[in-house]
């Protein structure tokens, strides 16, 4: 029978320099939710809709940073990359589609609202998003809840991982870096914040993040 992994707290400061970690910033799309309009969701677009996956995805490539980073509407984008021609499906259905193929990680998200009231931590996004798909996120999974702030790349005009959103973000919420812990499923996203002195992880699943989480609470 195999047997069950064991983690291991990768957080190897010391107990007075790890409870002086005083604000974490967190990505969103896999890690509390799934990556809404990633790659596979548009493949199922692909087939729901033929279209024509090539031109499509190439489309996709040129519209979607500027979307992601709040230069075109969504609106825009779909008429950039799906409605430059005539189609037997309505905008407001497809996108429908897309809002779709945002859903809740199991476990992190309660449990983090819990510890994040418990021990009254501070907790940002930093978080590449189109501003539609920003705002339903949000609202649809009561973000508020866990978020002290949103670092958007739609609402602040560039994405991960250029490090000028993580220097924006340590701005935000006022703190030095090495204060600061960074939680995101990329590991070239972790390694720019590491390069900003964040103490930055990647997240491989809830169990493991939790720990580390744990690991700066006084005992």
């Given at each position: 029978?195999?047997?069950?992994?064991?983690?291991?707290?990768?957080y190897h400061l010391s107990k007075n320099k790890m409870n002086k970690i005083n604000?974490?910033?967190?990505?969103?799309?896999?890690?509390?939710?799934?990556?809404?309009?990633?790659?596979?969701?548009?493949?199922?677009?692909?087939?729901?809709?033929?279209?024509?996956?090539?031109?499509?995805?190439?489309?996709?490539?040129?519209?979607?940073?500027?979307?992601?980073?709040?230069?075109?509407?969504?609106?825009?984008?779909?008429?950039?990359?799906?409605?430059s021609k005539a189609r037997q499906f309505s905008k407001d259905d497809f996108k429908e589609f897309m809002f779709s193929k945002s859903t809740q990680l199991p476990e992190f998200l309660p449990w983090l609202v819990e510890w994040k009231h418990k021990h009254n931590i501070k907790i940002f996004s930093i978080n590449n998003e189109g501003k539609e798909f920003n705002d339903y996120r949000i609202k649809q999974f009561n973000l508020?809840?866990?978020?002290?702030?949103?670092?958007?790349?739609?609402?602040?005009?560039?994405?991960?991982?250029?490090?000028?959103?993580?220097?924006l973000?340590?701005?935000?919420?006022?703190?030095?870096?090495?204060?600061?812990?960074?939680?995101?499923?990329?590991?070239?996203?972790?390694?720019?914040?590491?390069?900003?002195g964040i103490n930055a992880y990647v997240h491989q699943d809830f169990k493991e993040s939790k720990l580390i989480l744990e690991s700066i609470i006084k005992s």
């Open positions: 029978m195999a047997s069950e992994r064991k983690i291991s707290c990768p604000v974490v910033f967190l990505d969103i799309g896999g890690v509390l939710l799934s990556d809404g309009w990633n790659h596979s969701s548009r493949m199922q677009a692909i087939e729901k809709y033929s279209l024509e996956p090539i031109q499509f995805q190439k489309d996709h490539s040129v519209a979607f940073p500027l979307f992601e980073n709040g230069k075109l509407t969504l609106d825009q984008y779909l008429d950039s990359v799906v409605f508020h809840q866990c978020f002290d702030a949103f670092i958007s790349s739609c609402e602040v005009g560039f994405s991960k991982p250029d490090p000028s959103i993580f220097k973000a340590l701005g935000i919420a006022q703190e030095e870096a090495q204060h600061c812990m960074y939680f995101d499923d990329r590991a070239i996203h972790v390694a720019i914040a590491k390069q900003m």
